[in-house]
């Protein structure tokens, strides 16, 4: 596996590789590798020759008072999993590397992200299409790969590739979790033994609500409702919101079909934790490990 972690340097050795004829698959993460990463690593090499995972943790989608300094940081760690997944190349740039200055020009997110996370926290997805850009236009892939966990940032980055007419395929691989159901996150090592236990309340809100949508049930406000109630009834979980929403538009629905999405934020102990479910594809589509 090679390393490397100025973007001259990463951007000269993807048209390399292309010039060669490879197929260029890309992983971007924040580093603080779990078997979700590794799984989107997995889907890169199915679709690809070669694949460039990317370790930055992006200052420009964290808001005051959020995680940015503690976030988890362990790059020798990341770089031992990324070899034994079979990653080719990992990029790994310092913030001076990707902002040598402060950016005058931001990827603005639209309707889309003004509600949910883009509610909740205002300028996130500003500089989260903002650093998914930039790396997109260094590492230059046929493929990216993203994992639904983060549905609304998937929803936002296929957006912006389809508008802005960039020349790479999206895809958006299921969510990995797991056994009892707790969708894998970088930020599960914030939580102790009590919260982890609570944290368990977010899938089982979704399969409830999976559950209700499988009966017959299509009001999105008894859905909501649903999962709402699950979550409202653990101690130590404090709901930021519960919504049925379009799976492009995150537009709130009235009524839901197969397509729509259930998506549910709570701080659980203290950590802000995020998930949803496609109603017509329930939980048994994501990946489960774990013991």
């Known amino acids: ?21 490879r197929r260029l698959g890309f992983v971007p993460t924040m580093g603080a590798l779990h078997a979700g990463h590794l799984a989107l690593v997995a889907e890169a090499r199915a679709r690809a020759d070669a694949v460039v995972l990317s370790v930055f943790v992006n200052p420009l989608q964290f808001g005051p008072g959020e995680d940015f300094a503690r976030y988890p940081r362990d790059l020798p760690r990341d770089s031992a999993l990324a070899r034994q997944s079979g990653v080719d ?27 949910l996370e883009g509610a909740v926290r205002p300028g996130h997805f500003a500089g ?37 007419s960039f020349p790479v395929e999206i895809v958006v691989a299921p969510t990995v979790r797991e056994k009892d159901g707790l969708a894998l996150s970088s ?6 033994g009590g919260a982890r236990a609570s944290a ?39 709901v930021d919101y519960v919504a049925c929403v379009g799976p492009d538009t995150v537009e709130l629905l009235e009524a839901v079909d197969e397509t729509s999405v259930l998506a549910v934020a709570a701080r659980v102990g203290g950590t802000r934790l995020i998930d949803n ?15």
Not at 187 to 192: E, F, P
Not at 209 to 225: K, Y
Not at 277 to 291: F, I, K, M, T
């Open 277 to 291: 479910v496609v109603l017509g594809a329930g939980l048994e589509e994501d990946v489960r490990v774990g013991g």
């Open 89 to 115: 190349v990992l990029w790994a740039p310092a913030p001076g590397a990707m902002y040598p200055e402060p950016p005058r020009v931001t990827v603005e997110p639209g309707p889309a992200g003004q509600r």
């Open 187 to 192: 930020r599960n090592a914030y939580l102790d």
């Open 200 to 238: 368990a309340a977010l899938p089982k809100a979704l399969g409830r609500a999976v559950e209700a949508f499988r009966a017959g049930e299509r009001g999105a406000a008894a859905l909501g409702a649903c999962a709402r109630r699950v979550l409202e009834a653990e101690r130590g979980v404090s």
């Open 1 to 21: 596996m090679l390393s490397i972690s100025d973007p001259a340097a990463m951007r000269e050795h993807a048209r390399d590789a292309r010039r060669g004829g």
């Open 128 to 164: 989260v299409l903002t650093v998914v850009a930039k790396l997109l236009h260094v590492v230059e892939p046929d493929v990216a790969i993203f994992g639904r966990k983060d549905f609304q940032q998937a929803a936002l980055i296929r957006g912006m590739v389809r508008d802005l």
